[in-house]
Nanobody
Framework: QVQLVESGGGLVQPGGSLRLSCAAS????????MGWYRQAPGKQRELVAT???????NYADSVKGRFTISRDNAKNTVYLQMNSLKPEDTAVYYC?????????WGQGTQVTVSS
């Protein structure tokens, strides 16, 4: 069973930056696909970015060019670097890991972009 713990959220001004981290338990991290999702109040949860076990990435159009997803398999950690943040980026951000044998979610970390 995989446990995911997000960190790095907080309050930031528009135009600022944050880096989120998601630390995973287990010994098979390198085999998992990973993703970041977000959910704003009253809205559906939406995909932000994904990264495969091979390192391939994709992004939602709304964050493309501003956010970067990466992974460090030696540290069992996936990151989301968020630059040029906008108020509409405000949401709870969730880390996800999936593989043949399971689908796992973290508890989420709050990101608030406000002046």
């Amino acid at each position: 069973q995989v446990q995911l713990v997000e960190s790095g959220g907080g309050l930031v001004q528009p135009g600022g930056s944050l880096r989120l981290s998601c630390a995973a338990s287990g010994s098979a991290f390198s085999a998992y696909s990973m993703g970041w999702y977000r959910q704003a109040p009253g809205k559906q949860r939406e995909l932000v970015a994904t990264i495969t076990s091979g390192g391939g990435t994709n992004y939602a159009d709304s964050v493309k060019g501003r956010f970067t997803i990466s992974r460090d398999n030696a540290k069992n950690t996936v990151y989301l670097q968020m630059n040029s943040l906008k108020p509409e980026d405000t949401a709870v951000y969730y880390c996800r890991a999936w593989y043949t044998f399971g689908n796992y979610w973290g508890q989420g970390t709050q990101v608030t972009v406000s002046s």
